[in-house]
């Protein structure tokens, strides 16, 4: 079953603006980690961010993780055509060993 | 370029037949996770392997299993296939102690006709 739950199911921008798109999950975790799937293709690993962590960057991406909430947002600034992708969150949940339980998904578009 | 690989990249069989799907983790990995993405059910976890012993089942159906080799390269076996087995099936690997950060080679498209 699906621990994750994205938000929102799909998201259409235009190039330059920024897209948000969250995750909810269920049970306490060790990490949470964000990929990008591109059409049906490979799952390319984004980030991960740890239990204790609360934000972390990496250049044009910024995850934040609130585990009181059960809940993390992935920030994609200044979007390009090719961040066009689905956008999958992750989570290393404690109970579940080291089996990663996948959200939904969210289909981004990026007009150029 | 992830450094995981998997062949074959497409597979189309009919149903009732049996098909092997490869895997070869990053160098020095030693987890091999297989995974199913299909439509309806999303991504799902099917097995992990660990250093060529099973380390871990999810929602994997009795008519697949898998093996991590000494080389710790993986294969899963699907047999007695039926329609609803075509999916994406992704491999992925990790190294120990490194927040189980996983790493997804490309993938093989089966398709049962």
């Known amino acids: 079953s699906q621990q994750g739950e994205e938000d929102p199911q799909a998201l259409s921008i235009q190039e330059g603006e920024n897209a948000t798109m969250n995750c909810s999950y269920k049970t306490s975790i060790n990490n949470l980690q964000w990929y990008r799937q591109n059409s049906g293709r490979g799952l390319v690993h984004l980030i991960l961010?740890?239990?204790?962590?609360r934000e972390k960057h990496s250049g044009r991406l910024r995850v934040t993780l609130d585990t009181s909430k059960k809940s993390s947002s992935l920030l994609i600034t200044a979007s390009r055509a090719a961040d066009t992708a689905s956008y999958f969150c992750?989570?290393?949940?404690?109970?579940?060993?080291?089996?990663?339980?996948f959200g939904t998904g969210t289909r981004l578009a990026v007009r150029p | 370029d992830s450094g995981v690989t998997q062949t074959p990249k497409h597979l189309i069989t009919a149903t009732g037949q049996r098909v092997t799907l490869r895997c070869s983790p990053r160098?020095?990995?030693?987890?091999v996770y297989w995974y199913q993405q299909s439509l309806d059910q999303g991504l799902q976890f099917l097995i992990q392997?660990?250093?060529?012993?099973?380390?871990a089942k999810g929602n994997i159906l009795e008519r697949f299993s898998a093996q991590q080799f000494p080389d710790l390269h993986s294969e899963l076996n699907l047999s007695s296939l039926e329609l609803g087995d075509s999916a994406l099936y992704f491999c992925?690997?990790?190294?120990?102690?490194?927040?189980?950060?996983?790493?997804f080679g490309p993938g093989t498209r089966l398709t049962v006709l």
């Open positions: 392997y660990y250093n060529g012993e099973e380390r």
């Open positions: 992750a989570t290393d949940a404690k109970s579940s060993g080291d089996k990663l339980t």
């Open positions: 160098s020095g990995d030693l987890s």
């Open positions: 992925a690997s990790s190294v120990p102690g490194r927040d189980n950060e996983q790493f």
């Open positions: 961010i740890r239990s204790n962590e």
